[in-house]
C-alpha cells in the first residue's frame, strides 16, 4: 500500500512511503480508522510503522503517581503512555486519505474514547496474548458502539502461539472478525496487517476505495 505521493529517502524501506510534505490536493475524501487495545499493547508502535508523515503522538512520562494503578508487570522498559491520542495519516489513492488515530489504553483516559471513535469506518483491535483478558474491556466497548473491527496480534518475542478456533473462543469473537497478526515494530508487517483489514472492510462493502 505505498501512498500514492510517497518518495523514496534515505534510509526508507524500499517500497514502503517515505515521507511526504502535503497532502495532493486531488485528495477527495478521507476515511478514519481506531487502533485501540489495552495499555502497552504497542498501538503508539502501529501507527508510528504505518503513518506517511511524522506521528502526532501525545505521550507523558509516566510518574511515581501511576503506581498501583498502571500494571507494568511485563512492561519494565516502558517509561511513557499515551493520554489523548496518536495521529498518522496515509494516502491510499490519489483521491482517498485515511487517518488513523490510536486511543489511549487506560480506562482513566476513556472519556476521550467515544469522541475519538465518533465518525470511525472500523477499528484495529491490538491484543498482547500474554495479557489477552485485558483486551476484554476494549472489545466490548466496540461491539456496544457497532463499530467493525479486527483483531490484530502483536507478536512480542515471547508470545505464545495458539490455534486460531482456540484464540477465537477465548476472546469470544463473532464469526466475521478477523485475527490478524504482526509485529508492530515491523513497518512491512504493520502494512500487510493494514492492506488485509482495508480489504475486510470493502469486501464487507464498509468502504469504497474510490480510484
Not at 53 to 78: F, V
Request: proline share 8%; glycine share 8%.
Amino acid at each position: 500500500m505505498a501512498s500514492a505521493n510517497s518518495a523514496e529517502a534515505p534510509g526508507a524501506t524500499a517500497d514502503l512511503p517515505a515521507e511526504p510534505r502535503y497532502l495532493p490536493s486531488s485528495v477527495q475524501g478521507a476515511v478514519k480508522i481506531l487502533v485501540t487495545g489495552p495499555f502497552g499493547v504497542g498501538k503508539t508502535t502501529l501507527v508510528g510503522s504505518l503513518s506517511e508523515i511524522t506521528p502526532l503522538r501525545t505521550e507523558e512520562t509516566m510518574t511515581a503517581a501511576s503506581s498501583g494503578i498502571d500494571d507494568l508487570t511485563g512492561r519494565g522498559d516502558k517509561t511513557t503512555t499515551t493520554v489523548a491520542l496518536d495521529f498518522g495519516r496515509i494516502t491510499l489513492n490519489p483521491r482517498l486519505a485515511l487517518y488513523l488515530f490510536g486511543t489511549p489504553g487506560q480506562q482513566r483516559f476513556w472519556p476521550l474514547w467515544d469522541d475519538l471513535s465518533r465518525g470511525a469506518l472500523g477499528a484495529i483491535a491490538m491484543v498482547d496474548l500474554r495479557r489477552p483478558d485485558e483486551s476484554f474491556d476494549v472489545l466490548g466497548r466496540l461491539e456496544e458502539q457497532r463499530i467493525p473491527f479486527a483483531v490484530a496480534v502483536n507478536t512480542f518475542p515471547d508470545t505464545p502461539s495458539y490455534p486460531e478456533e482456540e484464540l477465537r473462543s477465548a476472546l469470544d469473537l463473532l464469526p466475521e472478525v478477523p485475527i490478524l497478526h504482526c509485529d508492530a515494530r515491523d513497518r512491512r508487517q504493520s502494512y500487510d496487517l493494514l492492506i488485509d483489514f482495508v480489504d475486510h472492510l470493502h469486501r464487507s462493502s464498509l468502504l469504497e476505495l474510490q480510484r
